[in-house]
């Protein structure tokens, strides 16, 4: 069982920037493929983006591309989101999310998920 835990939400105003972070004690994290989904009240669960075991592939949400970066840190078993020039559509729970297997866009591939950290961006 994959134990993921994410950081680094709050409330910015509209524009500004926050960065996510997920961690892991999982000694294989090197192997799994990381996301990043988020789900605001009422809606489902979307993709945002996700990165390769090997970081050397990315994919993002057409409604994020340009503003966020996804990362990862295989030495110390982390995995970022950065996000620039935040609006308010972007206000939901994010999660990270893992999986030996998928890059795909759809939550039903991912395996493993963590708790979720609230972002709340105000106008």
């Known amino acids: 069982q994959v134990q993921l835990v994410e950081s680094g939400g709050g409330l910015v105003q509209a524009g500004g920037s926050l960065r996510l972070s997920c961690a892991t004690s999982?000694?294989?994290?090197?192997?799994?493929?990381m996301g990043w989904f988020r789900q605001a009240p009422g809606k489902e669960r979307e993709f945002v983006a996700v990165?390769?075991?090997?970081?050397?592939?990315?994919y993002y949400a057409d409604s994020v591309k340009g503003r966020f970066t996804i990362s990862r840190d295989n030495a110390k078993s982390t995995m970022s989101l950065q996000m620039n020039s935040l609006k308010p559509e972007d206000t939901a729970v994010y999660y990270c999310?893992?999986?030996?297997?998928?890059?795909?866009?759809?939550?039903?591939?991912?395996?493993?998920w963590g708790q979720g950290t609230q972002v709340t961006v105000s106008s």
């Open positions: 999310a893992a999986d030996l297997w998928s890059v795909g866009r759809s939550f039903s591939e991912y395996d493993y």
């Open positions: 990165i390769s075991w090997t970081g050397g592939n990315t």
């Open positions: 999982e000694r294989t994290f090197s192997r799994y493929n």
